[in-house]
């Protein structure tokens, strides 16, 4: 079916694109290049990664299923942030884990219940480093991180201490940590000195907290050193992590690395706010993130964390590959403060190699 196709093809490595063409041989697809400009319509970039989602199906308030925000919207891989924790990994992995046909990872839960509601840590007794570092040791062919929620809406009387539990579990396993930020207290003040390199920031552009940009966009002095130590952003959008207004000012304001740009996809933010990882493409797209930006963002970047060793080659065989156009489309999008903004390109999967295999979506 696109044995032939003539493509733009996304090569991370340079974040630029080559012009050629999907070739199909012995059953195997693989990325011939042209010399010369072709003008394709359809662009193929290595398989969409969303670094922040919530798939745990039919568990507590934000499970979700797998491939109904994987492959089915042309993302080849998923990591789950969190909703997972040590008690109930046994479940997930005899049950949930069979039924999923996308490639996933897990960031494990520090709280042993994982994400179900929005007070993992009413029993602080039960978060523990040592517990974690088993559990994860135990299933490291399916956990890539560890997920810590620090935020006014999760953070009762327990303070910054699920993070420092958090961080030296990670350390202790040389995984990164993604750490969810919101409403203060805890303000980022506190968690900076906690961040290290190779660690995620999720919901980078929430409007919840308000400590983490200045009013003209520029990183605040805690952000800035984070910056310095290689700390990673994603964008997180979710259900109450995103603002048009946080996010345009930060991009404008041009001191932004290279970020991921996970959806927090989950039972109740795919009804309205962001839907699904293409929606949020489209809006980081409308509010001037460039496409090989934004691409890097669900490709290379992420791939590097999770390792995920020669996920961006487009000179072998092609087994996880997202095809999508930028097509001509105005529609009215939302952020999480109920903003709107008008954008007249939306960018929309066609299909993707899955494993080696292509299936059109």
Not at 178 to 207: K, L, S, W
């Amino acid at each position: 079916m696109i044995d032939g196709l003539i493509v733009r093809a996304y090569i991370a490595d340079k974040n630029a694109f080559i012009d050629g063409w999907i070739r199909k041989s012995k059953g195997k697809y693989f990325f011939e290049p042209s010399s010369k400009k072709l003008q394709p319509e359809v662009y193929a970039s290595p398989g969409f990664i969303d670094m922040h989602t919530h798939f745990f199906d039919g568990f507590g308030l934000f499970g979700t299923n797998a491939d109904e925000i994987g492959y089915k919207t042309g993302t080849c891989m998923l990591a789950e942030s969190g909703t997972v924790g040590e008690y109930t990994i046994d479940g997930f992995r005899k049950y949930i884990a069979p039924t999923i046909r996308t490639n996933f990872t897990l960031f494990l839960c520090i709280s042993p219940i994982g994400v179900i509601y929005h007070h993992e840590y009413n029993a602080m007794e039960y978060l523990s480093v040592e517990k974690t570092v088993k559990c994860v040791r135990e299933n490291h062919d399916l956990i890539s991180g560890i997920k810590v929620r620090i935020g006014s809406e999760v953070i009762r009387h327990e303070g910054i201490e699920p993070l420092k539990i958090a961080a030296e579990a990670a350390r202790e396993l040389s995984l990164p940590k993604q750490v969810h930020i919101g409403g203060n207290p805890p303000y980022i003040t506190e968690i900076e000195p906690y961040m290290y390199r190779g660690d995620i920031i999720t919901h980078c552009f929430n409007a919840r907290g308000g400590d983490m940009w200045e009013s003209d966009g520029t990183p605040a002095p805690a952000t800035q050193a984070m910056l310095r130590r290689g700390v990673i952003f994603d964008v997180g959008h979710g259900g109450g992590s995103f603002s048009f207004d946080v996010a345009e000012k930060a991009i404008k304001n041009g001191s932004l690395p290279k970020m991921t740009i996970g959806s927090d996809l989950h039972k109740q933010s795919r009804k309205k706010y962001c839907i699904d990882l293409p929606t949020l493409l489209t809006k980081m797209y409308g509010i001037g993130l460039p496409l090989e930006d934004i691409l890097y963002g669900i490709t290379k970047l992420p791939a590097k964390i999770l390792r995920l060793n020669g996920w961006c080659d487009m000179d072998r065989e092609l087994k996880n590959i997202t095809f999508f156009k930028v097509i001509d489309q105005s529609d009215t999008y939302i952020d999480c403060e109920n903003s709107s903004r008008i954008f007249h390109k939306a960018i929309k999967p066609i299909g993707v190699i899955l494993k080696g295999k292509y299936i059109a979506v």
